[in-house]
């Protein structure tokens, strides 16, 4: 007959303490905060460790009974005593969020007043009273960062910071509850096995707002950082196409657009006419009347132009003083704008009380429908601003 099978012994029973079980928990807590902070240098993570670190202190001293009811209640006193720090250092964290400095002036002041009184209270104090101050001050201190956080949620739109603050306000629930508890001296470990059960979850839950938090602050500033580095290239680019004395765009711009322009022009039948300025007298007045004056004549007039066309059109200092403006219109158009332009500066030269002679010559082209490039009709422009400046008659005698 074949051997009789042996029977597949039981597992033995274990027992899990409350206690260690939270102490191991929070220790795992602390030590993903730890790696996470390798990611997030910030000092609110650090007071999050440091609050982990303290609750796995506390649950490891309260885990186990003690035969001296003295010795008992030292021990008891100093785990409240971390109990509270860890209350007040998830406190600090909200108040630094996102890495703002801190004074440690009055926390480190109401640390040390509460270690005199758990580390003493207990020679002096019945024990029930002992024990029922550290779950009321912690409920306090847990009130209060649940109002943090919430304000916190308010300020940055950040889910986690409201689940944190939902984690917050259960406990401090527990706490008051524990509290009261501790005041009748008959309690017994059920009571505060459950509430410490219950404390387990909500920890899981404020673990879980505190790795939400870090990532949705951590992806903010990324949104923050792209903004200014798409900001910072805008103001790059902007200046590599803007002359910086008359802010007109220069050469370099027109030749991004204008392959797009003649495109446009050449698709859509959309007229295109270049109008081509140049300042009368100007070397004599920049001679004779300093550089600084020459600058101001030139700002004066790029401000002007700017300020005459629509958004669609374009005013470039082309170089010196000469200034090419390539606009959406017909060839009559842009012959009445020239003239517009002329009769418009005078006032402006006027108002801006510059020289008497100063004055534009300008001249206009339309681009023909199969136009490769705007080269010609450049050339074209500037043929007639030449006539123009022929065709004034006005004696040029000395400048005032």
Known sequence: MPPQAQAIPSPLPMTISPGMFAAYGALVAAAVLMILYLYRGRAFVVYWIGSWLLVAGSMMLVARGYDDIRLGSVVLGLAQLLGVWSAGLMLLAAEAFPDDPLRWTTPLKVAAATAVWFLAGPWVLPLNVMLSTGPALAAILFGWASLRYFRLGRRTRHIGAYVICGGMVLTCATSAAAASVVIDAQFGAAPFNRLLTFNIVLSMFVALGMQLLVFEDMTDELRR????????????????????????????????????????????????????????????????????????????????????????????????????????????????????????????????????????????????????????????????????????????????
């Open 225 to 400: 950082t792209n903004r200014e580095l798409a900001f910072a290239n805008r103001e790059v680019k902007n200046l590599a196409i803007t002359d910086p004395l008359t802010g007109c765009h220069n050469r370099r711009f027109f030749e991004e657009i204008e392959r797009r322009e003649i495109q446009r022009h050449r698709r859509y039948g959309a007229p295109l006419s270049i109008v081509f300025a140049d300042v009368n007298h100007f070397k004599r007045f920049n001679d004779t009347m300093g550089h600084e004056m020459g600058d101001r004549i030139l700002t004066t007039i790029g401000a002007f132009l700017r300020r005459q066309v629509r958004e669609s059109d374009y005013v470039i200092r082309w170089g010196g003083d000469e200034f090419l403006m390539i606009l959406t219109c017909s060839y009559g158009e842009a012959q009445r704008k020239a003239a517009d332009l002329k009769v418009a500066f005078e006032r402006e030269r006027v108002a801006g009380s510059l020289p008497d002679r100063l004055g534009l010559s300008i001249g206009v082209a339309s681009a023909p429908v199969d136009a490769d490039s705007l080269a010609e009709t450049i050339r074209e422009a500037d043929s007639r601003m030449y006539q123009d400046k022929m065709s004034d008659r006005r004696p040029e005698s000395s400048v005032q």
